[in-house]
């Protein structure tokens, strides 16, 4: 026999740890190293447009990651009560709290990343975003680069807003080739966007596997890949994994595998942003009682495609908080259908304002078009003290009755 | 063929009540103390409900426990089960066409949308502050120097309208010391106060639709002040029972008398 033969054969990494290694190799890591060379670091708000810096060659980083990822483990509460000591109100964002405790130079072990040098704002997800990042520029004394996206009051935005939007795009060009010391390379920047397009691609078709049932896999599960689709969709590494998972995912479905390891006896849709640091808490009361969320409206908004200029300015004026109720409440709505879901539950997020602050008006619509049991719960993204554990069990319990009762009236008979 | 007891316990914030049925209709024997959760509440209400009824343990088939203590009685109960379900249930026990119930509890306001048979259909909760709970009221109580027992007779003597404009219960508590160091007198303050709290679960009320017959359970449902200010609030008239407090219990009961059936029925 030949070595060659003997050999163990090499086993595939999961696509799941494969993700986790592209945020910390070429996000993190690759900041670092940059930082180390002298390069321009960036801090950029979740939905800008990065593939400008991709194609320019610049690296970023992203504070509502670094701020979930605190918060995840368990240093929200920390940060949030440095910030506060220096002024910055108990009613503000935690993303944004954690985020500034730490640029005025309060550590974080749980999630430590370079200070900025420049920093990108995209208000398309909410004008707290605005103030965040002028503090920012302030307390470093460093250029900020703004594209601002006005609030969508119509389902889908008009052509003036998307030339409004490009006029900043150009300008936001100009300021960041002067940072990069560089031209932009549009081969690059074409190269970029393809990436993107390949992410968003798989992304939403890993997304899309929900509609199975059983779901192949734990909706929950998406929460933990919004890192990559957040901080690396413009990169090619962040593609592949994705196609990965989409294949591992499609290969559930026809082996009829699932993450989720528990009974599915009900699908439900969350909405929001998960409380990161009770995401345990979170979960144990649903998977006690086979409630599965087979649609979460959080994770696809950021799979977004395009084909030319005005489809991606577009597609930088969506987000899931901010966009107008009639859009808002089609999108979640479609996801319920097509992932059929028999209940729903709501997160009022008290950081998060524009969310929840929309969210009772969402919530009767879903009553009245849906006619799912529907309940809603106070929590926090990264604050934990907004958060009763107790008061959230007894609505997950109350919406599973609810559930329960609609199936046995459905089935005929009153169990 | 010998009787069927079934016991319903509903462990609260503030109280515990218990109610032992007999083959799932009449009502032998009740109970409530005055503590809940985390106290010898659970202990004491089940040895007085049992010793009431002249129970032994063994005798009784089947009990639930519901309310926000109800895991402290693992070992104890056979089921438990959420007291939003217990509610529905028990207000349709004591009123047959319920649709909606307000039940005010002592860290909890809830709305429930009721089906037939009291099967629970919808639900809205109030947030996590205890805005428009009983424990309001119980700092307010407190701040004025009055029972809450008393807060209803006080009110019915209110001669001029107070309005407490903050629903959280700590700014509520400087606005109270505020009129009171004003000189308005107690009984127009207590009024105010429970305007507030009819405001403020109204409001959650009006967002899932009130239908007939609206019904007030849980301990604050006694106080027939904020039942009259819930009326004027919502412009409808709400029935109450005496037993109204027990109706998470008598909930519990019915369903344990439902899941005793189901097991040996098998
Ligand atoms: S969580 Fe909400 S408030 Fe905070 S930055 Fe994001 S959109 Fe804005």
Request: net charge negative; proline share 4%.
């Amino acid at each position: 026999m030949s070595e060659a033969i003997n050999k163990p054969a090499e086993e595939k990494k999961a696509a799941k740890y494969v993700l986790r290694e592209v945020v910390e190799r070429e996000v993190y890591q690759a900041a670092w190293d940059a930082k180390k060379r002298g390069e321009p670091v960036g801090w950029s708000s979740s939905k800008f447009p990065s593939e400008i810096t991709e194609a320019l060659g610049l690296n970023l980083v992203y504070p509502e990651n670094q701020a979930a990822a605190i918060g995840a483990k368990h240093g929200g509460e920390r940060m949030c009560e440095h910030a506060e000591a220096m002024g910055f109100d108990n009613d503000i964002c935690a993303y944004a709290r954690i985020n500034l405790a730490y640029a005025a130079g309060h550590e974080a072990e749980e999630k430590p990343m370079p200070q900025p040098d420049f920093v990108l704002c995209c208000n398309n997800i909410c004008n707290c975003m605005t103030k965040w990042y002028e503090n920012l520029a302030r307390m470093h004394n460093i250029p900020l680069i703004m594209i601002d996206v006005p609030y969508a009051n119509t389902k889908e935005p008009d052509q003036n807003k998307i030339d409004y939007i490009r006029g900043q795009f150009d300008d936001a060009i100009k300021q960041l080739e002067k940072i990069a010391g560089r031209k932009m390379d549009m081969e690059k920047f074409e190269e970029a966007c393809s990436n993107a397009n390949r992410a968003a691609k798989a992304w939403l078709k890993v997304c899309s596997y929900l509609q199975y049932t059983p779901a192949p896999f734990a909706g929950f599960d998406l929460f933990n890949h919004m890192a990559d689709i957040v901080t690396a969709r413009a990169k090619k590494a962040t593609a592949l994994a994705f196609e990965q998972l989409a294949d591992e995912l499609e290969e559930n479905v026809k082996t009829g595998k699932s993450t989720w390891k528990y009974d599915e006896n009900h699908r439900i849709m969350f909405e929001g942003i998960p409380c990161w640091p009770q995401l345990g808490k979170l979960f144990k009361p649903l998977k006690e009682r086979g409630i599965n969320t087979t649609a979460v409206v959080y994770a696809p908004a950021f799979g977004f495609e395009y084909n030319n200029m005005d489809e991606l300015m577009a597609a930088y004026c969506k987000a899931p908080n901010s966009v107008c109720i009639e859009k808002g409440v089609e999108w979640r709505e479609t996801i319920c259908k097509e992932n059929n879901v028999d209940g729903i539950l709501v997160h009022y997020n008290r950081s998060c304002k524009p969310w929840s602050g929309y969210m009772p008006e969402m919530e009767r619509r879903f009553r009245k078009d849906l006619g799912v049991a529907v309940a809603g719960f106070d929590g926090d993204q990264a604050d934990p003290r907004n958060f009763s554990e107790e008061q959230y069990n007894t609505r997950v319990e109350g919406l599973f009755e609810v559930m329960q009762a609609n199936k046995a009236a459905k089935e005929g008979g009153n169990k | 063929m010998s009787a069927i007891y079934t016991m319903g316990i509903d462990i609260g914030s503030t109280a515990s009540k218990s109610v032992i049925l007999k083959d799932g209709k009449e009502i032998v024997s009740k109970a409530v103390i005055d503590v809940g959760a985390g106290t010898s509440g659970p202990k004491r209400v089940i040895e007085e409900v049992t010793k009431e009824a002249g129970l032994s343990r063994e005798e009784i088939s089947f009990i639930l426990a519901t309310g926000y203590g109800r895991n402290s009685l693992l070992e104890w109960a056979d089921h438990q089960m959420s007291e939003l379900s217990c509610h529905a249930k028990g207000a349709n026990y004591l009123f047959p066409n319920v649709r909606t119930v307000i039940d005010i509890g002592g860290q909890d306001a809830k709305v429930l949308k009721v089906g037939p048979n009291g099967v629970l259909s919808n639900f809205v909760m109030n947030d996590k502050c205890a805005a428009g709970t009983g424990r309001f009221l119980d700092v307010m109580a407190k701040i004025l120097e009055v029972k809450v027992s008393e807060l209803e007779g006080l009110s019915a003597q209110s001669t001029e309208d107070v309005s407490i404009s903050s629903t959280c219960t700590v700014f509520a508590e400087s606005e109270v010391i505020s009129q009171l160091a004003k000189g308005v007198h107690k009984n127009d303050i207590i009024k105010g106060i429970h305007r507030s709290v009819a405001g403020r679960v109204g409001g959650l009320a009006k967002r899932v639709g009130i239908e007939d017959d609206l019904v007030m359970t849980g301990g604050v449902a006694l106080n027939g002040g904020v039942v009259k200010a819930m009326e004027e609030a919502l412009n409808h008239e709400i029935k109450t029972s005496p037993l109204t407090q027990y109706a998470g219990a008598i909930g519990a009961a019915l369903f344990a008398y439902k899941k005793y059936e189901g097991v040996n029925k098998k």
